[in-house]
């Protein structure tokens, strides 16, 4: 690998020549990633050395020609690098806390009976009118008030209002025929 040429030396009728930078580059990134202290698996540096071709790839039209190739691969690798250690790190918080509460019944059962209450919600928002649907995503999903719903429907607040307790009620009841007492 030369770290002196400039990226328009890997231009080839004005084109990216990717196939040439992943052969000069390849263990130049494998060295910084073994040079982290973070213990990648095989595959995650594979993954690792794929991703910053990738975003050379994709940012190959934003690229200042003069500008040297090896700086800027090892800034990228380097991003890559934390990102995917955080996103390790998250999967490992994430794991920690499902196998704290593998064995736990009480959490497993209220987990199972959130999704089926959201999925009879779902079919039931389903059913609306649309402007019913609209005024409960607007109030529920997009956290907005009666008022700015009146506005962006182009209809009363008192409408929303009662349109609102009558869906509650409905969605309540059908929660209710389904076994799901008054939550």
Do not use: C
């Amino acid at each position: 690998m030369n770290n002196s040429k400039k990226i328009k030396e890997y231009m080839n009728k004005q084109e990216l020549d990717i196939e040439t930078i992943m052969q000069e580059f390849t263990n130049y990134i494998l060295k910084i990633i073994r040079s982290t202290n973070y213990n990648f698996s095989d595959e995650d540096i594979e993954e690792i050395a794929s991703d910053v071709f990738l975003v050379v790839w994709n940012n190959k039209n934003k690229l200042d020609i003069n500008k040297m190739l090896a700086p800027y691969i090892a800034g990228v690798t380097k991003n890559i690098i934390l990102k995917k250690q955080h996103n390790n790190k998250t999967s490992m918080d994430n794991i920690e806390f499902f196998e704290n509460t593998l064995y736990d019944n009480n959490i497993l059962d209220l987990q199972y009976e959130n999704i089926e209450k959201n999925n009879i919600i779902k079919n039931e928002i389903e059913k609306m009118k649309i402007e019913d649907k609209n005024i409960f995503v607007y109030y529920y999903y997009n956290s907005r008030g009666m008022k700015e719903i009146a506005e962006l429907l182009n209809i009363n607040e008192k409408k929303v209002k009662s349109r609102l307790f009558r869906i509650r009620r409905k969605l309540k009841l059908e929660l209710e025929k389904r076994g799901y007492s008054n939550e």
